[in-house]
């Protein structure tokens, strides 16, 4: 059973839910002070499952929304949902960062509203991580030059070096506020295996989309692409400016890799991003050495360093500088 506050205009906007979900709804239209009609007027909630408030037909201030809201978690056992069309950034963001509401629906549209109000019901862990994507990327500290650029990322020796390096990139990058896709385009099947073990929901994890089987999407800000060990057939793609806006070549600061990435280095060309994991200093020294007349860029990450981890986040902010750009306002702060 659902209660429904809203205002005139949009009082139908729930009827959908009657012949879909056979849910029946209880209506009070008009103009409505959440906090008054939260702390005093409503004696029990208990047998609603979910409260619907369209934000339209409040009259609070922005502060007695955060508290009615807040108020309402704290009492009421139904869940709320809050129809927020046109809504200010500002106070999208205290409900979901303050009041710990995430069934917020933004979309302006009926038809797109409706099927929010489905999702909210359907799969609330998913909108919920939608809704705080939505909300992290404003005021945020950084933004992005230019939307899909491509990473590709290779290996040496190991698959799962380049593997590691493009989750912990692509989780930096998640971090910091951009949208990020990793897609697995190699055979090693490693995602699916990782996915199992952190149980990945939809794929989807840490902020981070995550695709099989080669598959790109359009609307990231960064694509981080997997293409496992850098072999001849690999080649051709990894050396396209028109595919690779980006290009990484992973593998270990010892000895025994030293001929092996020599090799490819001389195979791939240069505008190269060399990333060597290490565990100690003279590792580090002893491949800068041997890599003295190479012209690529060669940086070392700690050899320590797990999956999701942003130890090396120096590192990827080094190699993708002049596509992330810290905000002045934000820096002063």
């Known amino acids: 059973m659902i209660l429904y506050l809203g205002s005139n205009g949009n009082i139908g906007i729930l009827d959908f839910l009657q012949d879909e979900k056979n849910m029946i709804i209880k209506k009070l239209s008009g103009e409505f002070y959440l906090k008054k009609f939260v702390i005093h007027d409503m004696k029990s909630l208990d047998h609603y499952t ?14 007695d929304v955060i508290e009615a809201i807040t108020a309402f978690r704290t009492i ?9 069309k046109n809504i200010e950034n500002a106070l999208l963001s205290r409900i979901v960062n303050e009041a710990k509401v995430y069934n917020v629906i933004t979309s302006s549209e009926i038809e797109s509203i409706q099927e929010d109000i489905m999702r909210c019901l359907d799969n609330e862990e998913k909108f919920k991580e939608e809704i705080i994507k ?4 404003f005021n ?5 030059t ?27 990058l998640a971090d910091i506020g951009a949208r990020v896709s990793y897609t697995e385009a190699n055979e090693s099947g490693y995602l699916s295996k990782i996915a199992s073990y952190y149980g990945f929901k939809d794929s989807s994890y840490k902020y981070v989309d995550y695709y099989y089987n080669g598959n790109i999407p359009l609307n990231c800000s960064f694509n981080i692409i997997d293409i496992g060990l850098l072999n001849e057939k690999k080649l051709k793609i990894f ?15 010892k000895q025994s890799e030293y001929e092996p990435l020599v090799n490819i280095l001389e195979a791939a060309g240069e505008d190269l991003n060399v990333v060597l994991s290490s565990s100690s200093e ?20 700690d050899d320590s360093a797990e999956l999701f981890d942003t130890k090396d986040t120096d590192v990827f902010m080094q190699i993708l500088r002049e596509r992330i750009v810290e905000n002045k306002a934000m820096k002063s702060n």
């Open 282 to 301: 003279k590792e580090r020294n002893t491949m800068k050495k041997l890599l003295k007349n190479n012209k690529n860029k060669i940086y070392f990450t």
């Open 134 to 137: 939505h909300v992290r990327r």
């Open 239 to 253: 050396n396209s400016s028109d595919i690779a806006d980006v290009k990484i070549i992973c593998g270990a600061a």
């Open 50 to 63: 979910y409260v619907v408030v369209d934000i339209e037909c409040l009259r609070d201030d922005e502060d």
């Open 76 to 84: 009421y056992n139904p869940k709320l949902i809050l129809i927020a």
């Open 146 to 172: 230019s939307d899909n650029t491509k990473i590709f990322v290779a290996g040496v020796k190991s698959k799962f070096s380049a593997t590691k390096a493009a989750i912990n990139l692509a989780t930096f």
């Open 140 to 144: 945020l500290r950084y933004s992005f």
